[in-house]
């Protein structure tokens, strides 16, 4: 038993007795923390199962359940769900349903705003209707499974959560879990990692301030010849055209727009319109990241066939980067039909979401699946002239709909709302200030129209519904790549790539998703590149992709298939996005996977934990290039430049890795890093505004790259030095400079002491009781950290950091995993955290430290590795005299 989980219990003693500090001038006590832990052996009653289920959970804590039909094992999934991880549950369906402030008080206001003009759970509950039988059968019953827990249970005895706030705010009784609430899950999910929303805002707002020439080296074209696509030209070569779901139109852009093509961008980028965007970002980022979102975020899998291995059988590999926290966004498990048939087909095991039954990732007995982030372009911004309750369509006034939405505040009045909408979405621009103080008055051609507006409305697939869920369940069941890619079909947003593997040797990739066919774009643009015009109907979608019209691939010809949310393929049809991945991460894995002839699980483990950052092949030799001898007049600064050179000396012999500690390379990657955090500050931040500052991630690299052959770019000109024209080697210069003070100051004076890891740390940080509002008992409690970790952004080990934040890692690996189709109790997996949700118990955290060191566990599949494992067994009867 580690030392932590010791402190931990001493310190649950210490809170059943000692007061610990005010919080919103309340007092907080932590009391039995324990009394919420569930029960993982013995006997329990599950109304409405039709036999036993049984559920043994290994040594990692791991539920493996075991029943004779599909329902029954979702209302176990259910049941052991809410056991593990109830509160995580029903934190998430308070803010997919807008009603977070009902848990958390006024800190959650702004949040319930956001997401109740989108309207998530509205669109939950009008996709439910539209499912497979079959699947609101397993939605429903695993609802029934989590109710029963609840059952004559208070809410401390679910959670401790519950007590803590308690004290401070007026709890209702816990609510009954319904197969809505799992459905709008999956909405969070979607926003979190649809594509390109943020660019396209980022870019109509720079627009003005910057040149276009400048805005597009910030955005520059993927490299595919030195980042090839996931599929190579021989994979996927489709034709000049594609379908659509929904016929598309054959309009041009209406003469209605006003003007020519290029005063329409004007118009769209003027500084009404700019302060409508910028009142929808700050609308946007209220919304807490569920799922994890940001630059960089996307996640590494890949899958070798046979010709590569060492057991002549495919393996496949996944690790999803998304957000971090405590518990973790994934809970492992297993459903197992004791015996397989058509009727009870589940025999599955993986990472699933706390909340939805089935397994998301991981494999059955016959096929084994990974995900990483699509990133299609599937949002868009349109700008609406607004005046009074009507918007301007096509040269008529229509009346914007509306709606009241009540929201209530755990110990504060209601809120009301107004929610207006356009055909395109819910106007984004009203949500956090009026639509009047959101948008500047709007310049236009219709005289008399001084009241007029700017609005910004939404259209996103994820305010469609879809059947998503029916696609979960049909990876669940598929034995083969025509099943899979079946089910496939319904998997609407967020859009992934799917990579494939079966037990038969096939290897296949499949590209999803409900992706928007645009009627028209403007000028010199491709499709969604900027916000469109509202006003002119030719802008607007004309249905989707067809699917067979999206990428996919079976058993390529190399046997190896890399997905790391680089491009898809180098074909321009179908238009899917301009904001790939710029593929430091998929290059590195396609150059280890390259050097293996006869892999292994362990190898591919050993690739997921690649901390080589390949864009320093890239800045090193220009950094080794700058002059550091003192200049005319710099007489008195020879000190501070050989106090720099020492640092830089760093980097002559770095071979480019990243570890967190203890050698000559984490030492330079220290430096190095430091000189890039430095560097994005020098070379952009002056130029860009305080909320839109350079993050230092991939698309960052990607203009680095290009800037470096341009040394009298205009970005290289520090525009807070007025009377003073820098070129690239003077930024480069200061760049080297400022970062050798800086790590000085933190680190001490002696480079070869620097260690990365110490700047580079995660703290894994409970999403309500982790914040720095909360007293530091509570929050050590709850938290979970911080470790010194290898890696950075754009690395295959990627743990991700924003550059105009500091060092601290943001987002990571979620999980990682390695299936071996020649023996699937070969396989390996880890979680970020633990299955557990109840702090102080011993599945809390107990993988933390194996996923920072890049160790996996084994993954038991069979029966009889499960029994290896001495598992607690608890069986779940049915009561035939109780109500399900």
């Given amino acids: 038993m580690s030392r932590l989980v010791v402190a931990r219990r001493v310190l649950v003693g210490l809170l059943a007795v000692v007061v610990v500090a005010a919080v919103v001038g309340g007092i907080v006590v932590v009391t039995t923390v324990r009394e919420s832990f569930p029960v993982r052996s013995g006997e329990a009653s599950l109304p409405g199962l039709s036999g036993p289920v049984t559920v043994k959970r290994d040594g990692s804590g791991i539920p493996h359940i075991y029943g004779d039909s599909m329902t029954d094992l979702a209302r176990a999934q259910g049941y052991v769900h809410a056991q593990e991880r109830f509160f995580e549950m029903d934190l998430r369906r308070h803010i997919t349903a807008g009603r977070l402030s009902e848990l958390v008080g006024p800190a959650g206001l702004e949040t319930d705003k956001v997401v109740r003009t989108m309207g998530w759970r509205r669109v939950a509950e009008e996709e439910l209707p539209t499912l497979e039988p079959r699947t609101r059968q397993l939605l429903q019953a695993y609802a029934d499974g989590v109710n029963r827990y609840l059952r004559g249970r208070s809410p401390g005895e679910v959670s401790a959560e519950y007590s803590v706030l308690g004290l401070q705010l007026p709890l209702g009784e816990i609510e009954e879990w319904t197969p809505v609430d799992s459905l709008a899950w999956l909405k969070a999910m979607a926003w979190d990692l649809r594509g390109d929303y943020s660019d396209e ?4 707002r720079l627009s003005g301030r910057l040149s276009a020439a400048q805005i597009a080296a910030v955005y520059p074209p993927y490299d595919e010849e030195a980042h090839p696509p996931i599929l190579s030209a021989d994979e996927w070569s489709p034709g000049r055209t594609y379908t659509s779901s929904t016929p598309a139109s054959s309009a041009v852009p209406s003469a209605l727009a006003t003007g020519s093509g290029d005063e329409v961008v004007r ?73 397989v048939t058509p009727e009870c087909p589940l025999d599955v095991s993986g ?33 609406e002239r607004v005046v009074g309750q009507t918007y301007l369509r096509d040269g008529a006034w229509e009346p914007v709909t509306s709606r009241e939405e009540t929201i209530k505040v755990a110990g504060k009045p209601d809120q009301h709302i107004t929610v207006r909408s356009t055909t395109h979405g819910p106007i984004m621009s009203d949500v956090l200030s009026s639509a009047r103080d959101a948008g500047a008055r709007a310049p236009t051609s219709q005289q008399g129209d001084e009241s007029q507006d700017y609005a910004v409305s939404l259209a996103w697939t994820g305010l469609v519904p879809s059947r998503t869920a ?28 799917l990579v494939y593997a079966d037990t038969e040797g096939h290897i296949a990739y499949q590209a999803p998703g409900q992706v928007p066919v645009r009627r028209a774009a403007l000028p010199k643009s491709p499709p969604g590149y900027w916000p469109a015009p509202g006003w002119d109907s030719a802008y607007d979608w004309s249905g989707y992709l067809s699917f067979d019209d999206l990428p996919w691939t079976v058993d390529p010809k190399d046997g190896v298939i890399v997905a790391a949310n680089q491009e898809v393929s180098g074909s321009r049809s179908p238009f899917l996005t301009t904001e790939w991945d710029y593929g430091w991460r998929s290059t590195r894995i396609a150059q280890r996977l390259s050097g293996l002839k006869q892999a292994s699980a362990a190898d591919m ?44 000396n760093l980097l002559r012999s770095w071979n480019h890795s990243t570890p967190a500690a203890d050698s000559d390379a984490s030492a330079a990657a220290a430096y190095y890093n430091a000189v890039w955090r430095n560097l994005c500050e020098l070379t952009f931040d002056d130029e ?57 100051r933190e680190l001490g004076k002696d480079p070869q002491q620097w260690d990365w890891g110490k700047l580079h740390r995660i703290t894994l940080q409970h999403k309500v009781l982790g914040g720095d509002t909360v007293p530091g008992p509570v929050r050590w409690l709850f938290n979970e950290g911080p470790y010194d970790m290898p890696g950075g952004s754009a690395i295959v080990n990627a743990n991700g950091w924003a550059a105009s934040e500091g060092y601290a890692v943001d987002w990571a690996p979620s999980m990682r995993m390695v299936v071996d189709l020649a023996n699937l109790d070969g396989s390996t997996w880890i979680n970020q955290t633990g299955v557990s949700g109840h702090a102080t118990d011993d599945h809390y955290a107990d993988q933390v430290e194996d996923w920072v060191a890049g160790r996996q566990r084994p993954w ?21 005299s109780a109500t399900p």
């Fill in 201 to 204: 805002l980022a870019r109509a």
């Fill in 267 to 339: 118009e769209t980028t003027t500084a009404g319109a700019k302060a409508a965007y910028a009142a929808v970002e700050k609308a946007l980022a209220a919304v807490p990241q569920l799922v994890g979102r940001g630059d960089g975020v996307g996640s590494n899998s890949w899958v070798v066939s046979g010709a590569h291995t060492k057991s002549g059988k495919p393996l496949l590999a996944n690790d999803p980067h998304l957000g971090i926290g405590q518990p973790g966004i994934w809970i492992q498990n297993s459903l197992h039909c004791r015996t």
């Fill in 688 to 744: 860009l505004p305080a909320d839109m500052k350079s993050d230092g991630g991939d698309r960052w690299r990607a203009a680095v790259q290009k800037l470096l052959a341009d040394p009298t770019n205009a970005w290289w000109d520090n525009k807070l030095t007025p009377n003073v024209t820098e070129g690239r080697d003077e930024i480069l210069r200061q760049a080297l400079i400022a970062a050798r003070l800086e790590l000085t």
């Fill in 860 to 880: 038991p599949f069979t029966p009889k590795a499960v029994d290896a494992t001495d598992p607690d067994v608890l069986t779940l009867r049915p009561d035939p």
């Fill in 605 to 648: 483990a050993s690739v997921q934990m690649d901390d080589t950052d390949l864009f320093a092949a890239v800045l090193v030799p220009a950094l080794l290039g700058v002059p550091l001898d003192a200049r005319e007049g710099e007489a008195d600064q020879q000190d501070l430049l050989d106090f720099t050179q020492e640092a830089r």
């Fill in 470 to 497: 029916d696609a979960i369940i049909g990876f669940n069941t598929a034995t083969n790549f025509d099943e899979f890619r079946t089910a496939a079909r319904s998997f609407a947003v967020p859009a992934q790539n």
């Fill in 351 to 383: 990472f699933s979401f706390a909340g939805v039954p089935g397994v998301i990732i991981g494999h059955n007995g016959h096929i084994a699946w990974g995900f990483t982030n699509l990133g299609p372009d599937v949002s868009d911004f349109y700008l």
